[in-house]
């Protein structure tokens, strides 16, 4: 039985070339919207034809930014149906994030059925093509029309979908990053553990640097000594280091990434150490010259895994891994994605059929 009512479209779009998706461009027929209201809790959750909001100009996200959003993937498997990978994850950390923008909670349950019944009833928008997916961003704004800087009393959560191209449509190469010294993108006791806009908005300025340089992605330091490596664009981190695997502990900067915690329990369960802590940037140089450090990749949901293949902080410059993708990165991304498509057995729970 479905929890919430649909009010389908009357004219639907025309569907996408499934193999020129980009990423985020397009965008279903169909959005889910619920309402929160101080005394009343969340109600009217449904699932209504895709159009523009209409906010009045005074309303409260667009001046103190009071938002958090999500980011997951629904994927088609062979046999042709849909599935989510560990979507409670992602309940629990809007609501982690909520809790620090002073954002009420969205009970797990419900957060789940309302991904799960909007991709059912915008399914044929999970493209097949290999690598392709349906990425799906829940997000939650301030609604109260009022300046003044407190919490919202109103709030409308918004579900959206958009059908992606295979990230490694060329195949999956190592890219260069670099060792961000001057922006930060957190600092302890801020936000940099919740998805929240304004993290993303301060980190488009290094980003830009980077690009212009040359560089794919920001390696980001700590925000007080400017010392220790947190996480690499909007991924986290992790390198192989005299065969152990390491990558920075969560300490309240570092966004708590599910692509993260699953490559933690697989690279553990094959029998590989993994130590969460603290890694400064001059012990990264140093293992580089000195040949310890055999693997660097980011995690996350878009890119599943993305191998590293220069570094550049100051004027140090290394090569990770001859330039090539690591074995350990490649042995990653075969059993994430084998059990996100539904090619390898999924034997923790983590798969949720839609
Ligand atoms: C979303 C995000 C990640 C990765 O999280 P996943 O749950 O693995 O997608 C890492 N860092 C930042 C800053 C992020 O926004």
Known sequence: MAKYPVTRTTTPKERPDENNLGFG?????????????????????????????????ACMVFHYAQEIFEGMKAYR????????????????????????????????????DAVKELVAVDEDWV????????????????????LGVHASKTYIFCVICSPSGSYYAG???????Y??????????GGTGF???GGNYAGSIRAA??????????????????????EEVGAMNVMFKIGGKVVTPALNGTVLPGITRK???????????????????AKELFDAAESGLLEEAWGTGTAAVVSPIGEMKWNDREVVVNGGQIGQITQKLYDELTGIQWGRVEDTRGWIVKV
């Open 25 to 57: 461009k397009k965008f279903t027929d169909h959005m889910f919207l619920m309402n929160y209201t101080e005394g009343q809790g969340w109600h009217d959750g449904r699932i209504v034809p895709y159009a523009p909001f209409e906010l009045d100009p």
């Open 77 to 112: 498997t062979a046999d042709g149906t849909v599935q989510l990978f560990r979507p409670v994850e992602n309940a629990r950390r809007i609501n982690a994030s909520g809790e620090r923008m002073c954002i009420p909670p969205i009970p797990e349950e419900d957060f789940v």
């Open 127 to 146: 493209p097949h093509a290999p690598g392709t997916s349906l990425y799906i961003r829940p997000f939650i704004i301030a609604s109260d029309v009022a």
């Open 171 to 177: 195949g999956m190469s190592p890219v260069k990053i």
């Open 179 to 188: 060792v961000e010294n001057d922006d930060v993108r957190a600092v302890r």
């Open 194 to 196: 919740t998805k929240c």
């Open 208 to 229: 830009e640097k980077a690009e212009k340089a040359g560089y794919s992605q920001v390696l980001w330091l700590d925000g007080v000594e400017r010392k220790y490596i």
């Open 262 to 280: 699953s490559c933690i329990e697989l690279i553990r369960s094959w029998g590989i150490e993994v130590e969460e802590r603290l890694l400064s």
